[in-house]
Structure formats: C-alpha cells, structure tokens
C-alpha cells in the first residue's frame, strides 16, 4: 500500500502548527491535531544543511543546501492545491532513517505486487510469437501460481526469488534465469507519507509568515 496526497491530507485534516523556533534557518515546527490527539502528529527541525522530521510516521533526516526549506520548495509547480514532492531525487538527499522499532529502517521495500507483475511481464514477452496451446499456457501458468505466487509476500524478496530461481518448466525451460537483476522494490507508505508531510508544513510555515508580514 502505497501513500497519495488524499490519504495524507485525510490524516492530517485536524492538525495545528505551533512554531516553537523560528531563527533563520534554525526552526522547530509541531503540527499535532487541535484536540491534542497524538495520530499521526510530526515535528520538523532544520539547521544549517539539515532537515529532520519525525513523529508518528517515523524520522527521517535529510541534507542538500544551508536553507531546506528553499530545497523542498523547488517542487511545487504551478497548482497551489498539489503538494509536488520529487520522490527519487529527495530519497538521494537522506542520511538517516529510523529503525522502525525492529532494526528495519528502509525507504524502500520488496513488494509482492510488483514481483508479479514482473513475472507476468516475462512470461507475456516470452510467450508473443511463440507458438503453443493454450494447454501449454494455462499449464505454465498454474505452476508459476502454484510453485511462486502462492509464497510471494511483501518484504519476503528472498523468498519470492528463491522460488522463481527454483521454477522449471519443461515446455518452457530457462524462462526466469535472470530474474535476479530485477528490482521490485518499492518507495514504503511511511516515506511517501513524510515527504507530502514536509511539503505541506512548508506550505503551512509560508503561509504564517506572509499573514505576519501583511
């Protein structure tokens, strides 16, 4: 399960800022809901070359230039109610992220869904022009169910490859003998769900301060 900007904004509906330090590019910024319920409450720290965020949907910090705040903002195209967020080019700017409680700290993970469909990507590639039955083909494909999909789970990518490096298939031999250079790894729904977090507060922030200067 993957994080979009309706989710998040859904998450966050009730949320206050509270600026606890705002010293040029020294800030503490909380946003938490107004009822002081903690789901999915967050805080972002900057320093010179530096910003953290962390709270509810775990930490993480990242560094490019003296002011984030500026980097961040480069994103944010022309629709003032799209939260842009560049998912690639951020991820390459992080330092650290928090260990999820089990030593398990990742902005990426195996994903099953995206390991089928590599799969099945093979196999129809595989299969155009060839000629065979449609007994051939409705074989093939209850194997590749029955001896790898049906152990393919999410963050389990050892598994999953192991099964398909293992399949043989006498009709169609030598189907998957590359299948370890493909990467089915995809960005986790705690991340996707950070970045539209730091968008959305600098857009909060920004917003604050212009109703001050007015």
Same mark, same amino acid.
């Given at each position: 399960?993957? /994080?979009?900007?309706? +989710?998040?904004?859904?998450d ?10 705002d010293?040029?590019?020294? +800030?503490?910024? %909380?946003f938490?809901a107004?009822?002081?319920?903690? /789901?999915?409450?967050f &805080?972002?720290?900057?320093w010179?070359g =530096? ?12 560094s ?6 500026s980097?961040? +903002? ?7 109610? %799209?939260?842009y967020i560049n998912?690639? #080019?951020?991820? &390459? %700017? ?7 409680? #089990? ?12 390991? %089928?469909?590599?799969?099945k990507?093979?196999?129809?590639g595989y299969l155009e022009?060839? &000629?065979?039955? =449609? @007994?051939?083909? =409705?074989?093939?494909? +209850?194997?590749?169910n029955d ?19 293992d ?9 998957? @003998?590359?299948c *370890?250079? *493909?990467? /089915?790894?995809? #960005?986790?729904?705690?991340?996707i769900?950070n970045? #539209?977090?730091? =968008? *959305? ?6 917003a ?7």
């Amino acid at each position: 399960m993957s /994080c979009d900007q309706q +989710r998040f904004e859904r998450d966050i509906a009730q949320h206050k800022m509270t600026i606890v330090r705002d010293d040029g590019v020294d +800030r503490h910024i %909380k946003f938490r809901a107004a009822d002081g319920d903690s /789901c999915y409450w967050f &805080e972002i720290l900057t320093w010179p070359g =530096a910003l953290l965020i962390r709270g509810d949907c775990g930490t993480y910090v990242f560094s490019r230039t003296t002011d984030m705040f500026s980097f961040f +903002r480069v994103d944010r195209g022309n629709d003032p109610k %799209k939260l842009y967020i560049n998912t690639g #080019y951020w991820a &390459e %700017k992080l330092q650290a992220v928090s260990s999820d409680g #089990y030593g398990r700290g990742a902005v990426e993970r195996f994903s099953g869904s995206s390991f %089928k469909q590599r799969v099945k990507e093979r196999v129809d590639g595989y299969l155009e022009g060839r &000629e065979t039955t =449609a @007994e051939q083909r =409705a074989d093939l494909w +209850r194997d590749i169910n029955d001896d790898v999909f049906a152990y393919v789970e999410d963050d389990r990518e050892d598994i999953a490859f192991s099964r398909l490096m293992d399949f043989s298939s006498k009709d169609f031999p030598r189907l998957f @003998e590359d299948c *370890w250079e *493909w990467n /089915c790894k995809e #960005y986790t729904f705690r991340f996707i769900w950070n970045l #539209y977090a730091i =968008a *959305w507060a600098i857009r909060q922030y920004d917003a604050a301060k212009q109703e001050i200067a007015a």
